[in-house]
C-alpha cells in the first residue's frame, strides 16, 4: 500500500490544489493511518523487479537541481534485500559521478521502474547508502549479476521508505530484442517450416521431371 508514499509526497500546497481539483477526499483515504513507517515491499513488488532490465533513479544536486539517470543490467540486476532493502552494483562509467555525489550531500532517491510491454510502473522512494568495493567487497561482489561484463566500483543499498503503482494511462507499449524475438518466433518457425517444405517440393518435381 502507498500510505507512506503519498503521505512523503503530499505538501500542503499539493492536497489545497487535491481539494480545489475534487480528488483530496480519495487522496485523504490513501494517507489515513499513515504514521511514518515505511510501505513494505511484498510479492507482488518483488516478482515485478527482479524482471526489470532498467530503471530511472532520480536525486537532486546540493543547488537543488533534480538530475535522472537511467540504470540498467541483466534482469535483475536491481536486487530486493533484506530489510525492506534495494541494492545494485555502480558499473564504471563515464566517470562524471553526479549520483554519487548528489547522494553524499542528500541521501533521498526516487526510482521509476517501467513494464513497457504491460503498461505498468512501480515508483519507490528511499534513502541511498553507498559502500565501496574497497570498503566492502563482499557486498559490491554480491550484488553484482553472475557472467555480466562490467566493472563494479561500488554499490548503492536503498532503504525504502514507500512505493505506489500508477495507472497504465499514456504508456505507450515498447518491446526489447528478446521480447520481438518471442513474439515474431512462431511466425519464424512457420516461414522455416514453408521453406522447407517449398525445397522437397522443388526436388520432387525435378526428379519427376528426369524420368519423363
Known amino acids: ?30 494517507e489515513a493511518g499513515a504514521d511514518g513507517r515505511p510501505d513494505l515491499l511484498g510479492d507482488s513488488e518483488a516478482g515485478f523487479i527482479a524482471l526489470r532490465d532498467s530503471f530511472y533513479l532520480a536525486s537532486v544536486t546540493p543547488e537543488g537541481w533534480p538530475y535522472v539517470q537511467h540504470r540498467g543490467g541483466p534482469a535483475g540486476f536491481l536486487k530486493l534485500l533484506d530489510g525492506n532493502r534495494l541494492g545494485f552494483a555502480d558499473y564504471r562509467g563515464n566517470r562524471q559521478h553526479v549520483s554519487t555525489s548528489n547522494l553524499i550531500a542528500d541521501p533521498r532517491v526516487s526510482l521509476f521502474l517501467m513494464d513497457y510491454p ?15 568495493a574497497a570498503e566492502e ?17 561500488r554499490a548503492y543499498v536503498i532503504d525504502v521508505v514507500g512505493f505506489d503503482w500508477n495507472c497504465p494511462q499514456h504508456i505507450t507499449p515498447r518491446y526489447n530484442e528478446q521480447e520481438v524475438r518471442a513474439a515474431l518466433q512462431p511466425t519464424l518457425d512457420e516461414v522455416i517450416a514453408l521453406r522447407a517444405e517449398n525445397e522437397r517440393l522443388r526436388v520432387a518435381l525435378a526428379n519427376s521431371q528426369k524420368e519423363t
Open 118 to 132: 504491460n503498461r505498468r510502473r512501480l515508483k519507490i522512494l528511499g534513502h541511498a547508502g553507498i559502500v565501496t
Open 1 to 30: 500500500m502507498a500510505r507512506n508514499y503519498v503521505h512523503t509526497l503530499f505538501s500542503d500546497a499539493a492536497r489545497a490544489l487535491q481539494a480545489a481539483d475534487g480528488s483530496r477526499d480519495a487522496y485523504a483515504r490513501m
Open 137 to 153: 567487497p563482499a557486498t559490491v561482489a554480491g550484488l553484482m549479476p553472475e557472467g555480466y561484463r562490467a566493472i563494479a566500483e
